[in-house]
């Protein structure tokens, strides 16, 4: 007997870095594989999946512009970097047979759908993969905030946070040996202890929203399919 997914409708943020593999910049093919691999599988048990895509592995808006930029131009950038990533998660989606659509926040008609909340709605609930870029489409913004947003739009049981750390930490497990990996945690210790989930921003508007965040290692893809059925993984913020 198939088991049931804990989640009917969930929101895949994927960063950047994560599709860049071990290479850190430009996109590893063979990681977005088994990710489309993971997507299909969710899909087969009657999941309805929308992704939002950082763009780090290309462009971080501020923090590569730096002080040689104008802020809104080096967001915009960023922007263009998550549409590179959004169409490339689409083709090898539609190489694996699965039907997807690509909505941008900034309109770019040739390549891909305006975001329309109903319209991408009904693409999931026609079967379809919805991938989310240009995050919020609003400089000042993370693509963790376009996340949350996105998730609240459609009406997600729960953001799916895949990065490349397996957890949320009492402090960065690289620095400091003692760090304690929470199994779940509530989104006011989050914000009180400063605890690196997501940005300030980002984290509040879940936290408004009640949409719980469940963040965990992307390094090994088939941990999607667990989060869906609800095995005990990562951390959960609620």
């Given at each position: 007997?198939?088991?049931?997914?804990?989640?009917?409708?969930?929101?895949?943020?994927?960063?950047?870095?994560?599709?860049?593999?071990?290479?850190?910049?430009?996109?590893?093919?063979?990681?977005?594989?088994?990710?489309?691999?993971?997507?299909?599988?969710?899909?087969?048990?009657?999941?309805?999946?929308?992704?939002?895509?950082?763009?780090?592995?290309?462009?971080?808006?501020?923090?590569?512009?730096?002080?040689?930029?104008?802020?809104?131009?080096?967001?915009?950038?960023?922007?263009?970097?998550?549409?590179?990533?959004?169409?490339?998660?689409?083709?090898?989606?539609?190489?694996?047979?699965?039907?997807?659509?690509?909505?941008?926040?900034?309109?770019?008609?040739?390549?891909?759908?305006?975001?329309?909340?109903?319209?991408?709605?009904?693409?999931?609930?026609?079967?379809?993969?919805?991938?989310?870029?240009?995050?919020?489409?609003?400089?000042?913004?993370?693509?963790?905030?376009?996340?949350?947003?996105?998730?609240?739009?459609?009406?997600?049981?729960?953001?799916?946070?895949?990065?490349?750390?397996?957890?949320?930490?009492?402090?960065?497990?690289?620095?400091?040996?003692?760090?304690?990996?929470?199994?779940?945690?509530?989104?006011?210790?989050?914000?009180?202890?400063?605890?690196?989930?997501?940005?300030?921003?980002?984290?509040?508007?879940?936290?408004?929203?009640?949409?719980?965040?469940?963040?965990?290692?992307?390094k090994d893809?088939?941990?999607?399919?667990?989060?869906v059925m609800?095995?005990?993984?990562?951390?959960?913020?609620?």
């Amino acid at each position: 007997m198939m088991e049931t997914p804990k989640y009917k409708r969930v929101l895949l943020k994927i960063s950047g870095e994560a599709l860049a593999g071990d290479a850190k910049r430009g996109l590893d093919f063979e990681v977005i594989n088994q990710v489309a691999d993971a997507i299909k599988a969710c899909m087969e048990l009657g999941v309805q999946i929308g992704v939002v895509v950082g763009g780090g592995n290309f462009w971080r808006g501020k923090k590569d512009g730096g002080e040689d930029m104008v802020r809104v131009r080096a967001d915009h950038m960023g922007m263009l970097a998550t549409t590179i990533n959004a169409l490339a998660v689409a083709d090898v989606l539609e190489r694996q047979g699965i039907d997807v659509r690509v909505q941008t926040a900034i309109e770019m008609k040739p390549i891909a759908e305006p975001f329309i909340r109903a319209r991408a709605i009904r693409h999931l609930e026609k079967g379809r993969v919805v991938i989310f870029g240009c995050g919020t489409g609003n400089p000042f913004f993370s693509t963790d905030t376009g996340a949350v947003l996105r998730a609240s739009e459609i009406d997600a049981d729960i953001i799916l946070l895949a990065k490349n750390v397996d957890g949320v930490y009492s402090a960065d497990p690289a620095k400091d040996v003692t760090a304690v990996r929470f199994d779940e945690i509530c989104y006011d210790d989050v914000l009180a202890k400063h605890l690196e989930v997501m940005d300030f921003t980002a984290t509040s508007l879940a936290m408004e929203r009640r949409i719980p965040v469940l963040l965990f290692a992307l390094k090994d893809p088939e941990n999607i399919v667990r989060a869906v059925m609800g095995e005990t993984i990562g951390t959960i913020v609620h």
